[in-house]
């Protein structure tokens, strides 16, 4: 099961095996589909946020040679299906299948929720742990 770590340096984890995510903007890449998590991200979102205003030429190539390498990380010893539930071509985007408790950014943001909930339900204790849990 695919796990990522946004805040603080970027990891991912498939079954407790870290792994390499590879040059900055193949990590860039991975990021962004990371934080829209099961949604679809389109080519032109992804070129925006990884090159900016200045993309080389060969985005495109570029692009569809990270997915590539990025399902392979993804997949390591399991069969090509398996590999492509993940990260799958949607449209002209991308998505990445990823369950919200796998995913630190969401951890955080449901914790602080709920001590929220807790603190205006005057149960300091129970906001403290939430707090502490975030």
């Known amino acids: 099961m695919l796990a990522v770590k946004l805040l603080g340096a970027l990891q991912a984890e498939v079954d407790g095996r870290e792994l390499e995510l590879g040059p900055p903007k193949q990590r860039a890449l991975f990021a962004q589909?990371?934080?829209r998590r099961n949604q679809v991200v389109s080519r032109?979102?992804?070129i925006d946020g990884v090159w900016g205003e200045d993309p080389p030429e060969s985005v495109r190539g570029i692009i569809h040679t990270y997915?590539?390498?990025l399902?392979?990380?993804l997949a390591g010893d399991r069969k090509a299906s398996a590999?492509?539930?993940?990260?799958?071509s949607v449209g002209s985007g991308y998505r990445l299948a990823l369950e919200p408790d796998n995913l630190d950014i969401w951890l955080f943001e449901h914790a602080f929720q709920q001590a929220g909930q807790a603190r205006a339900a005057n149960d300091v204790e129970r906001a403290i742990a939430h707090w502490d849990e975030g």
Do not use: I
């Open 33 to 35: 589909l990371a934080v």
């Open 44 to 46: 032109t979102e992804l």
């Open 67 to 69: 997915v590539s390498k």
């Open 71 to 73: 399902r392979q990380t």
């Open 83 to 88: 590999r492509d539930s993940v990260l799958t």
